[in-house]
């Protein structure tokens, strides 16, 4: 079983690459190796496609060359295939159908949502403002069940770090969301991909629990 994290050069996949490792150990979840190679995208059991920075970047630098791309590779694994997949932070962002950072930008299409600005509501008088980006813990709201999710509960805490949010067209799409003067999408699926608004590398046990559930999933 082979487990690839997708290196596009879009931040550092150390911390990520360390937790995913050590959860492979706990629970007989097989190798993992980080790739920019779409010969490994190609023959991967498991593919994460982590993500910092802003959308339109990260869209061109995993596109690369076009023909024979860790693009091409990654659409071929889960379109086709239908290995499991998990995004994270802008790597799941990049699972909608556009983002509109900076410049309007065709997603994977894997989700029907947009990816926009954060915008919390004005507080009430005598209030503190919410800042953006949206950084820090904070509390997911479970609205679907899903296997992944095994063992988490509402109300269990996550690391967020972005600026930018999906808004879901079909709410069964929408795994879990947080509350930041506005409901924050902070997990997406469906079939055999999923995707986390939070980086589960930094979210203690919660996050662990979720990368060794993803690790064993069999969709």
């Known amino acids: 079983m082979l487990t690839v994290l997708i290196d596009y050069e879009s931040g550092n996949l150390h911390s990520a690459a360390k937790a995913f490792q050590r959860m492979a150990a706990e629970v007989g979840g097989g190798e993992v190796i980080v790739s920019a190679r779409p010969e490994d995208v190609a023959r991967a059991d498991r593919i994460v496609l982590p ?125 879990a969301h947080v509350d930041y003067g506005q409901p924050v999408t902070a997990i997406v699926g469906r079939d055999t991909m999923i995707g986390m608004q939070f980086h589960p590398e930094k979210s203690q046990g919660t996050g662990l629990r979720m990368i060794a559930n993803f690790l064993t999933w069999a969709p």
């Open 51 to 175: 993500g910092d920075g802003a959308f339109p970047a990260c869209h061109a630098a995993l596109a690369g060359a076009g023909e024979g791309s860790v693009l091409e590779a990654l659409r071929e694994a889960v379109e086709v295939k239908g290995r499991p997949f998990l995004g994270i932070c802008v790597g799941m962002q990049l699972m909608a159908r556009v983002g509109h950072e900076y410049s309007e930008t065709k997603g994977l299409g894997w989700i029907d949502g947009e990816v926009t600005r954060i915008t919390p509501a004005d507080p009430a008088p005598g209030a503190t403002s919410l800042k953006v980006p949206h950084m820090g813990w904070n509390d997911l709201v479970i609205d679907q069940p899903h296997p992944v999710l095994t063992g988490i509960e509402t109300g269990q805490h996550a690391y967020f770090v972005h600026s930018y949010h999906m808004s879901v067209t079909d709410p069964a799409q929408r795994i």
